[in-house]
């Protein structure tokens, strides 16, 4: 043994022995008599917790009339504000009850192998229990605390922590079940033995084991063999989807605070991962007018939010600003995974929003690359646009939508995802899970294998260079480990230039085959010529296929045997109370390489005229395809090289077009209307290491980067990705210059401005 690790391992022991030792006062689980003085102060100058407060009152009163474990938590705040005893009458009542029942077990659950003694329910009763076994403790004689605190040792606490936590008795492991179930679990079984410790010392134990455990969840790795997933991304957030991500870690930081609560002088390792869950939701939020909408992916629904883990962590001194912006945005009677303030929990924790922001001070793009999703947005303003980009896991909580997009625009997902239902469902694991619920691009009528669903992704999708220059911006998705079945390259490339989002698919097959493209419409979508239009009250967006081939431009499809031809298709809703359409956009024939370019045009009203909308010419060269678009004064020029796909191992990419060469897999340079091309004002650089013109340099780099430029007479901004080591030359002068959003002195010589950093 390490002698050196003897001395640490000893004063843990002798810590937590000496705090087993002490007992908790009572009521300091969660309703603590200074948090609830606390809301009855910001009660009587706010109206809204007033209202919130008169529906808590109401139900409460309905319970009385109830034998209902599950929203115990109501009985007990309206206690701790009237002092009435009829509310702690009642949770005696049905603590009584509870301790003398048998088993709060699930059939279904016993029924598995090994036998699974508790579950979700039981673990929300447990809680329910604890909340209402604190605030009624000091209205109890002694025999009724300890018969209470023995029945339901027996019937939750030891079922819950001896299925997922302790030896010789535990079942789950966090490699096999260490998503929401476990806090879920660990949590109820956690407060109420906390609750219960002073009766039951060997409760008390066990709750200091759960809470120690915690940092273990939040830090958990993932797991290679069963490809599971690490829990959070080193960017702050959760792979479960937001509804799932909300639940489980709500669940595991209000074991955290119970016991700070209940144990004031406790010194608990520290957890980063809560410090950034403000970050987490609000990026992957989109704010609008109603109800505050967040990304869809997964087993989520639009609705869902954040609020409650967010709340719980502010608590405990995460008190980030964008906490009390996202609190403002979420709608009054919006409740999912959330604390409202017509909630117990959001009456006595929400915290004062008056002086949060009007919008968040964070950065309009945002990335979470282990578990691959992607945010863009040209404003934090409500019903702006906003992008949302999938690749990752497919797994559990995860569906098969590597490289799939939702779109959101003036206030509404113009391009949706199909959404979400119940497991028990069929359409569950037969349509939402499935790669047709999804915006992307299926081979031979194939999308990710089915197989994915339990037993995840060998080898996971990615997203990567991510850059947000303003008016520009870009993220690439590389979903070809999941799809590595039908495909060897699936990569969709995402530029956002102005008002067009260019979706560019790079696909190649192990064997030639057949390729169609999934949309969903989040409105009425209507195909006019060339486009589907997508209206949904003030927001319209177009969908306009341009390469391989474009749609064919009547319903006579016979009159173009090369173009794409559509089918629609009918899925459940979210409620399976009636279908809606979806479209997919097959290429003719059978190919085993294409190159996918689909525009998708946002427009400012659905009645803005056609010749007020960009005009986007279909080019082609040698080894490149490309467009020229006509946008407000403005010409951009991009550029698709055909040989940096990566197909020719160890040969160089480079193509001459429109007299620029480049090796870069993208190139797209914006200049005045009837300007000189050359005279360039931005340029983006997809995955190259030069642009010239002549002798002239406009970009070099030894490495192939990602790299959005703009520039004038006197300044340079610049972002890029794609190596942690960065030596890049740009052609310029400029008094000032932005790199990454950082001020830096710039070094010029012979007209090209030098950039050198490292990562740190």
Same mark, same amino acid.
């Given at each position: 043994?390490?002698?050196?690790?003897?001395?640490?391992?000893?004063?843990?022991?002798?810590?937590?022995?000496?705090?087993?030792?002490?007992?908790?006062?009572?009521?300091?689980?969660?309703?603590?008599?200074?948090?609830?003085?606390?809301?009855?102060?910001?009660?009587?100058?706010?109206?809204?917790?007033?209202?919130?407060?008169?529906?808590?009152?109401?139900?409460?009163?309905?319970?009385?009339?109830?034998?209902?474990?599950?929203?115990?938590?109501?009985?007990?705040?309206?206690?701790?504000?009237?002092?009435?005893?009829?509310?702690?009458?009642?949770?005696?009542?049905?603590?009584?009850?509870?301790?003398?029942?048998?088993?709060?077990?699930?059939?279904?659950?016993?029924?598995?192998?090994?036998?699974?003694?508790?579950?979700?329910?039981?673990?929300?009763?447990?809680?329910?229990?604890?909340?209402?076994?604190?605030?009624?403790?000091?209205?109890?004689?002694?025999?009724?605390?300890?018969?209470?605190?023995?029945?339901?040792?027996?019937?939750?606490?030891?079922?819950?922590?001896?299925?997922?936590?302790?030896?010789?008795?535990?079942?789950?492991?966090?490699?096999?079940?260490?998503?929401?179930?476990?806090?879920?679990?660990?949590?109820?079984?956690?407060?109420?033995?906390?609750?219960?410790?002073?009766?039951?010392?060997?409760?008390?134990?066990?709750?200091?084991?759960?809470?120690?455990?915690?940092?273990?969840?939040?830090?958990?790795?993932?797991?290679?063999?069963?490809?599971?997933?690490?829990?959070?991304?080193?960017?702050?957030?959760?792979?479960?989807?937001?509804?799932?991500?909300?639940?489980?870690?709500?669940?595991?930081?209000?074991?955290?605070?119970?016991?700070?609560?209940?144990?004031?002088?406790?010194?608990?390792?520290?957890?980063?991962?809560?410090?950034?869950?403000?970050?987490?939701?609000?990026?992957?939020?989109?704010?609008?007018?109603?109800?505050?909408?967040?990304?869809?992916?997964?087993?989520?629904?639009?609705?869902?939010?954040?609020?409650?883990?967010?709340?719980?962590?502010?608590?405990?001194?995460?008190?980030?600003?964008?906490?009390?912006?996202?609190?403002?945005?979420?709608?009054?009677?919006?409740?999912?995974?959330?604390?409202?303030?017509?909630?117990?929990?959001?009456?006595?924790?929400?915290?004062?929003?008056?002086?949060?922001?009007?919008?968040?001070?964070?950065?309009?793009?945002?990335?979470?690359?282990?578990?691959?999703?992607?945010?863009?947005?040209?404003?934090?303003?409500?019903?702006?646009?906003?992008?949302?980009?999938?690749?990752?896991?497919?797994?559990?909580?995860?569906?098969?939508?590597?490289?799939?997009?939702?779109?959101?625009?003036?206030?509404?997902?113009?391009?949706?995802?199909?959404?979400?239902?119940?497991?028990?469902?069929?359409?569950?694991?037969?349509?939402?899970?499935?790669?047709?619920?999804?915006?992307?691009?299926?081979?031979?009528?194939?999308?990710?294998?089915?197989?994915?669903?339990?037993?995840?992704?060998?080898?996971?999708?990615?997203?990567?260079?991510?850059?947000?220059?303003?008016?520009?911006?870009?993220?690439?998705?590389?979903?070809?480990? /999941?799809?590595?079945?039908?495909?060897?390259?699936?990569?969709?490339?995402? #530029?956002? +230039?102005? !008002?067009?989002?260019? @979706?560019? *698919?790079?696909?190649?097959?192990?064997?030639?085959?057949?390729?169609?493209?999934?949309?969903?419409?989040?409105?009425?979508?209507?195909?006019?010529?060339?486009?589907?239009?997508?209206?949904?009250?003030?927001?319209?967006?177009?969908?306009?296929?341009?390469?391989?081939?474009?749609?064919?431009?009547?319903?006579?499809?016979?009159?173009?045997?090369?173009?794409?031809?559509?089918?629609?298709?009918?899925?459940?809703?979210?409620?399976?109370?009636?279908?809606?359409?979806?479209?997919?956009?097959?290429?003719?024939?059978?190919?085993?390489?294409?190159?996918?370019?689909?525009?998708?045009?946002?427009?400012?009203?659905?009645?803005?005229?056609?010749?007020?909308? /960009?005009?986007?010419?279909?080019?082609?060269?040698?080894?490149?395809?490309? #467009?020229? +678009?006509? !946008?407000?004064?403005? @010409?951009? *020029?991009?550029?698709?090289?055909?040989?940096?796909?990566?197909?020719?191992?160890?040969?160089?990419?480079?193509?001459?077009?429109?007299?620029?060469?480049?090796?870069?897999?993208?190139?797209?340079?914006?200049?005045?209307?009837?300007?000189?091309?050359?005279?360039?004002?931005?340029?983006?650089?997809?995955?190259?290491?030069?642009?010239?013109?002549?002798?002239?340099?406009?970009?070099?780099?030894?490495?192939?980067?990602?790299?959005?430029?703009?520039?004038?007479?006197?300044?340079?901004?610049?972002?890029?990705?794609?190596?942690?080591?960065?030596?890049?030359?740009?052609?310029?002068?400029?008094?000032?210059?932005?790199?990454?959003?950082?001020?830096?002195? /710039?070094?010029?010589?012979?007209?090209?401005?030098?950039?050198?950093?490292?990562?740190?």
């Amino acid at each position: 043994m390490n002698m050196k690790l003897i001395l640490p391992i000893c004063l843990a022991c002798a810590s937590f022995l000496t705090l087993s030792a002490n007992e908790i006062k009572h009521p300091s689980l969660l309703f603590t008599p200074d948090r609830v003085e606390n809301a009855k102060k910001m009660m009587a100058n706010d109206p809204a917790r007033q209202k919130g407060w008169k529906e808590i009152q109401k139900k409460a009163d309905d319970l009385l009339k109830k034998n209902d474990y599950h929203d115990i938590e109501y009985l007990a705040l309206s206690y701790m504000m009237t002092g009435d005893k009829k509310y702690s009458d009642k949770i005696i009542d049905l603590l009584k009850k509870a301790s003398k029942t048998k088993s709060w077990s699930n059939g279904e659950m016993m029924a598995r192998k090994p036998s699974w003694r508790s579950e979700l329910n039981m673990g929300w009763r447990a809680q329910q229990c604890a909340i209402g076994y604190d605030v009624v403790y000091n209205l109890m004689t002694p025999a009724e605390r300890k018969e209470i605190a023995d029945g339901l040792y027996n019937l939750a606490v030891e079922p819950l922590l001896g299925d997922w936590l302790v030896e010789p008795t535990r079942i789950h492991s966090l490699n096999s079940m260490g998503h929401n179930w476990w806090t879920a679990c660990i949590n109820g079984g956690a407060m109420l033995a906390m609750t219960i410790g002073n009766e039951r010392p060997d409760a008390e134990a066990l709750a200091q084991k759960a809470v120690e455990a915690l940092p273990e969840w939040f830090d958990f790795a993932g797991d290679v063999i069963q490809h599971k997933p690490k829990t959070f991304d080193r960017d702050g957030g959760m792979y479960e989807s937001i509804n799932y991500a909300s639940f489980g870690t709500t669940q595991a930081l209000m074991m955290r605070l119970a016991w700070l609560n209940s144990h004031p002088d406790a010194n608990l390792e520290d957890i980063p991962q809560m410090y950034q869950l403000p970050a987490f939701f609000s990026n992957a939020s989109y704010p609008r007018t109603g109800e505050l909408y967040s990304i869809s992916f997964g087993d989520s629904h639009k609705n869902v939010t954040g609020e409650s883990s967010m709340i719980l962590a502010y608590a405990m001194g995460a008190e980030a600003p964008e906490t009390l912006w996202y609190i403002n945005q979420v709608d009054s009677q919006q409740f999912r995974e959330g604390y409202p303030v017509r909630f117990p929990m959001g009456f006595v924790y929400s915290p004062d929003t008056s002086k949060a922001p009007e919008v968040p001070d964070l950065p309009t793009s945002h990335i979470w690359k282990d578990f691959g999703w992607a945010t863009m947005r040209d404003s934090w303003e409500k019903d702006a646009t906003m992008l949302a980009v999938k690749s990752g896991m497919t797994w559990n909580h995860s569906h098969a939508d590597a490289n799939s997009i939702v779109l959101f625009h003036k206030g509404v997902d113009i391009i949706k995802d199909a959404g979400n239902c119940s497991y028990g469902k069929p359409e569950y694991r037969n349509y939402f899970f499935q790669s047709d619920a999804h915006n992307v691009v299926k081979f031979n009528g194939e999308g990710q294998p089915r197989y994915q669903q339990y037993h995840g992704t060998m080898l996971p999708g990615s997203l990567s260079g991510l850059l947000d220059g303003g008016n520009i911006k870009y993220v690439l998705a590389d979903g070809t480990g /999941p799809m590595s079945r039908w495909l060897d390259r699936n990569f969709r490339h995402y #530029l956002w +230039i102005d !008002d067009v989002i260019y @979706v560019i *698919d790079d696909l190649h097959s192990h064997e030639p085959g057949t390729f169609e493209w999934i949309w969903h419409p989040g409105g009425k979508a209507e195909k006019r010529g060339y486009d589907l239009e997508i209206t949904n009250g003030n927001s319209a967006a177009i969908i306009r296929p341009i390469f391989p081939r474009p749609l064919a431009y009547s319903n006579f499809v016979h009159d173009y045997p090369e173009d794409l031809y559509w089918e629609t298709h009918e899925g459940p809703t979210e409620r399976l109370d009636t279908t809606e359409t979806y479209w997919s956009f097959h290429l003719p024939g059978v190919k085993d390489n294409v190159k996918g370019v689909t525009a998708i045009i946002l427009k400012d009203d659905p009645k803005q005229k056609k010749e007020d909308l /960009p005009v986007i010419e279909r080019r082609e060269g040698s080894n490149w395809i490309g #467009l020229r +678009i006509h !946008d407000n004064g403005k @010409v951009t *020029d991009l550029y698709i090289n055909q040989l940096a796909d990566g197909r020719l191992m160890h040969l160089n990419s480079w193509i001459d077009a429109d007299g620029w060469t480049t090796d870069a897999y993208m190139l797209a340079v914006s200049y005045p209307e009837g300007g000189d091309p050359k005279n360039i004002s931005e340029m983006f650089v997809g995955h190259g290491s030069s642009v010239r013109s002549g002798n002239d340099v406009y970009f070099s780099s030894l490495s192939k980067l990602n790299a959005i430029a703009h520039s004038d007479k006197d300044s340079l901004k610049i972002e890029v990705t794609g190596q942690p080591r960065v030596n890049l030359s740009v052609k310029g002068n400029p008094k000032t210059l932005v790199v990454n959003g950082k001020d830096t002195t /710039p070094r010029v010589e012979n007209g090209m401005v030098n950039i050198k950093y490292r990562e740190q």
